[in-house]
């Protein structure tokens, strides 16, 4: 016999409350973590965390990276993480952002994708790292030479199909570059990078409810940077 409606919506209620416990369990679980650790490493001001990392990028193209032990606090790090900073980066290969900042394991909360744009799941992912893991920066970082950008100046001048879901990413790409490309003029690609770096960057700080709340509070500060393959350098984009 077929269960009543009002059976099915009370089970249904009941199925969905069980779920949201769970969630709101594995959420506080860090949070506990965080508060039992003295002293966490990215217990620090959004412009701390930004100048760690900028340091850490001197000290990358100057080739005087740190040295590392890979194994020093791998058994802590099987508790619990505490990165000082999330980085939307692209996926390109001569981009690695734990090599650009010169960091170690546990430091970046990296997500990666080509073109660096926001998309829904990669803002779940920030508000994860904001929201439970606690970062106190968010960086978009773009670089010189990208192959995504390339790929949508290309279409926005000269529309035309393209192969398997690339037209997602130009998609993506094209409301924050669209308006460089049209005005033309000299250095088209490099304006359109760092344009598409300050478009993402003004969304995710406005992005409702966990990272604009944060940004509001003065817990988390949302930057842009530009890495130039040429030199290993990151040069940071001006706010607003």
């Known amino acids: 016999m077929c269960d009543h409606p009002s059976h099915l919506q009370q089970s249904r209620r009941q199925f969905l409350g069980a779920g949201l416990g769970l969630l709101a369990l594995s959420a506080i679980a860090p949070r506990q973590l965080f508060a039992e650790t003295a002293s966490p490493q990215n217990a ?8 760690r990392l900028l340091d850490g990028n ?13 194994s020093a606090d791998r058994a802590a790090r099987v508790k619990a993480q505490y990165p000082i900073a999330a980085i939307l980066s692209c996926s390109d290969s001569r981009v690695a952002p734990e090599l650009v900042f010169d960091q170690g394991p546990g430091d970046l909360f990296v997500i990666r994708i080509a073109g660096n744009y926001l998309s829904s ?29 390339k790929a949508t100046i290309a279409e926005i001048k000269d529309p035309h199909p393209l192969p398997g879901h690339i037209w997602d990413i130009v998609d993506a790409l094209r409301p924050g570059v669209e308006s460089v490309v049209k005005a033309g003029g000299d250095q088209v690609l490099g304006k359109a990078i760092g344009a598409n770096v300050d478009y993402n960057v003004s969304r995710i700080a406005a992005a409702q409810p966990v990272v604009s709340e944060a940004v509001k509070q003065g817990r988390v500060k949302v930057v842009g940077g530009v890495y130039e393959l040429a030199t290993g350098k990151v040069a940071m984009r001006q706010a607003g």
């Not at 929201?131 to 978009?140: A, D, E, F, S």
């Open 44 to 51: 620090i001001s959004p412009d701390a965390a930004l100048r």
């Open 58 to 70: 001197a000290r990358y193209a100057a080739n005087q990276l740190d040295a590392k032990d890979f």
């Open 121 to 149: 799941n990669n803002l779940a992912s920030l508000e994860y790292a904001v929201g439970v893991l606690k970062v106190p920066l968010i960086m978009v970082l773009g670089h010189t030479e990208c192959g995504a950008i």
